[in-house]
């Protein structure tokens, strides 16, 4: 099984709204990501968890909050955003230098 | 800081001609180089490459690293209007945390 799975595949959110992008995957990897991708760009690294630890946080805005309940579960709580944070987001794990994605959900922000 | 280059951005060719993409890297504790494929939606895994000079081939899709260079390449033969696609290369390094870092993407245009 070399899935990652992510949940909503779409999602559009008012700016007053909290919802949560969910990321899920059974490979055993310890590394787990958060990339933004905006059209024609590649993929921004926002977060990386590490053994279930945030390890790095790319500077990104309070308005995006992960968090790593287990070692297969990886969420992305959204509150307050802006019409610009409307992107692809893309989880994705790593371990022994390989790196699988989910399939990303597409945030619209209204 | 970790910084991943590729060229072209961007590249039109015929059905038929031969593309080579380029990628180079300068990372902190370099384990692995990955090579990816995206359409509309994620990125799909195409190649990793850990050892210099050893080269991984898929169908008409081929790629090298060379570790003294800092670079490797990936080679399209006979394309098709199907291998119209953004092609990222993507380092994975260690350093306190994994990491992913991407380049800018080449944008592969094939044309009938």
Same mark, same amino acid.
């Given at each position: 099984?070399?899935?990652?799975? $992510?949940?909503?595949? &779409?999602?559009? @959110?008012?700016?007053?709204?909290? %919802?949560?992008? /969910?990321?899920? $995957?059974?490979?055993? &990897?310890?590394? @787990?990501?958060?990339?933004?991708? %905006?059209?024609? /760009?590649?993929?921004?690294?926002?977060?990386?968890?590490?053994?279930?630890?945030?390890?790095?946080?790319?500077?990104?805005?309070?308005?995006?909050?992960?968090?790593?309940?287990?070692?297969?579960?990886?969420?992305?709580?959204?509150?307050?955003?802006?019409?610009?944070?409307?992107?692809?987001?893309?989880?994705?794990?790593?371990?022994?230098?390989?790196?699988?994605?989910?399939?990303?959900?597409?945030?619209?922000?209204? | 800081?970790?910084?991943?280059?590729?060229?072209?951005?961007?590249?039109?060719?015929?059905?038929?001609?031969?593309?080579?993409?380029?990628?180079?890297?300068?990372?902190?504790?370099?384990?692995?180089?990955?090579?990816?494929?995206?359409?509309?939606?994620?990125?799909?895994?195409?190649?990793?490459?850990?050892?210099?000079?050893?080269?991984?081939?898929?169908?008409?899709?081929?790629?090298?690293?060379?570790?003294?260079?800092?670079?490797?390449?990936?080679?399209?033969?006979?394309?098709?209007?199907?291998?119209?696609?953004?092609?990222?290369?993507?380092?994975?390094?260690?350093?306190?945390?994994?990491?992913?870092?991407?380049?800018?993407?080449?944008?592969?245009?094939?044309?009938?």
């Amino acid at each position: 099984d070399t899935e990652v799975t $992510q949940t909503p595949k &779409h999602l559009v @959110m008012g700016m007053t709204n909290k %919802k949560s992008l /969910k990321c899920e $995957q059974h490979m055993g &990897h310890r590394a @787990m990501y958060w990339y933004k991708q %905006k059209a024609k /760009k590649p993929p921004e690294l926002m977060f990386v968890y590490s053994y279930e630890k945030l390890s790095i946080n790319e500077s990104v805005p309070s308005r995006f909050s992960p968090e790593c309940p287990n070692s297969s579960l990886l969420n992305l709580h959204l509150h307050a955003l802006q019409p610009e944070d409307s992107a692809l987001y893309l989880c994705a794990s790593s371990q022994h230098g390989t790196g699988f994605f989910g399939q990303g959900t597409r945030l619209t922000v209204v | 800081e970790d910084k991943v280059v590729q060229s072209p951005l961007s590249l039109v060719v015929h059905e038929g001609d031969t593309v080579t993409l380029n990628c180079s890297y300068e990372v902190t504790n370099f384990r692995s180089l990955l090579w990816y494929k995206q359409e509309k939606k994620a990125p799909t895994f195409l190649f990793m490459l850990t050892s210099s000079g050893i080269e991984k081939k898929s169908g008409r899709l081929s790629s090298i690293l060379d570790k003294k260079e800092l670079s490797s390449i990936l080679n399209i033969t006979a394309t098709q209007t199907g291998d119209s696609a953004i092609y990222l290369c993507a380092v994975y390094s260690i350093q306190g945390a994994q990491k992913l870092v991407f380049g800018q993407g080449t944008r592969l245009t094939i044309n009938p």
